[in-house]
């Protein structure tokens, strides 16, 4: 209807210059006919082949990208009744509560239960994974502020964003990753997962967690370690070069068993922006949470059209 509007008003003022010009030669001398003007022809296809080649197509729905953003942690896991830690997709084992790290070696649906799979897991770690190892106070709430400015400014360049959480829940890795699919879906429609974190325990600074060794899950590529640093390298690169924090350990940490490394299905990403227990990150974290937020969708978008 825009565009039809436009077409009409410009023919419009285009006919009306045309009628004003012709009146002006027909005033002229009678040697104007040994110098005729020339011809103007106006017609809607022309004025509106103009209208539409000065308007900036936007993509098509089918055409979008689509980032699942994961705002890490939530409210802590004696905070939460049994009701709540089943329905965020935590299990129940003789073990407590808690989740299994991986899915079957070739699988994506079927959990290893301790058998079957890469067994990999961080420095006395196992396959299996307690809901307590995963409580931080405070930290929940500077993700999740990240992630809907990330979300904001995503959105505005034209990406579908969906949340891992947009609240104080505490969903399990498991339950997080299934934001990779479409509603009923069995096959994965997003283009990337990016998880942003805070660290704590002594430093200060931005890194993203790199991958490396095997991953066996279906469905992934065979370049799916080196994708996901790539994407963290954006990303970090951008918040380091817009923001106060600095870059933590050249940029990176070595922790590449995760849980969501192991188990997602599509392109991934782990940040960890600043550390909430140093101070001075901390103001940063607080000041400047838009610039991160910013940051973090300039280094997606810096990843797929760079």
Request: glycine fraction near 10%.
């Amino acid at each position: 209807m825009k565009k039809r509007i436009l077409v009409i008003i410009l023919t419009a003022v285009l006919a009306a210059a045309a009628a004003v010009l012709g009146a002006y030669v027909g005033r002229r001398s009678d040697n104007s006919e040994e110098n005729p003007s020339p011809e103007i022809s106006v017609t809607p296809e022309a004025t509106a082949e103009i209208v539409l080649n000065t308007e900036t197509e936007k993509p098509a729905e089918e055409d979008k990208k689509i980032i699942v953003l994961d705002p890490g942690h939530g409210m802590t896991s004696d905070e939460m009744s049994d009701e709540e830690k089943a329905n965020q997709g935590w299990t129940h084992t003789d073990k407590g509560w808690g989740e299994w790290r991986h899915w079957k070696t070739g699988s994506r649906t079927e959990n290893c239960e301790g058998y079957g799979c890469s067994g990999r897991a961080p420095e006395n770690g196992s396959c299996w994974y307690p809901i307590a190892n995963g409580d931080r106070d405070g930290e929940g709430d500077i993700n999740l502020r990240n992630v809907m400015y990330a979300k904001q400014y995503l959105e505005e360049m034209g990406y579908e964003v969906r949340l891992t959480r947009d609240n104080n829940s505490n969903p399990s890795m498991t339950k997080r990753l299934e934001s990779c699919y479409p509603d009923g879906g069995t096959e994965p429609d997003a283009d990337a997962f990016v998880c942003i974190h805070s660290n704590a325990g002594g430093g200060s600074g931005s890194a993203y967690i790199e991958m490396s060794g095997v991953y066996d899950q279906y469905g992934i590529s065979e370049s799916y370690a080196d994708d996901g640093n790539r994407l963290g390298q954006c990303i970090n690169s951008a918040i380091v070069k817009n923001t106060s924090l600095v870059e933590y350990s050249g940029g990176t940490i070595e922790l590449p068993e995760l849980i969501l490394f192991c188990k997602s299905p599509i392109t991934i990403a782990y940040l960890e922006i600043g550390f909430f227990d140093n101070a001075g990150d901390m103001a940063i974290l607080d000041s400047e949470a838009e610039a991160i937020g910013r940051s973090i969708a300039e280094g997606i978008d810096a990843y797929f059209n760079g």
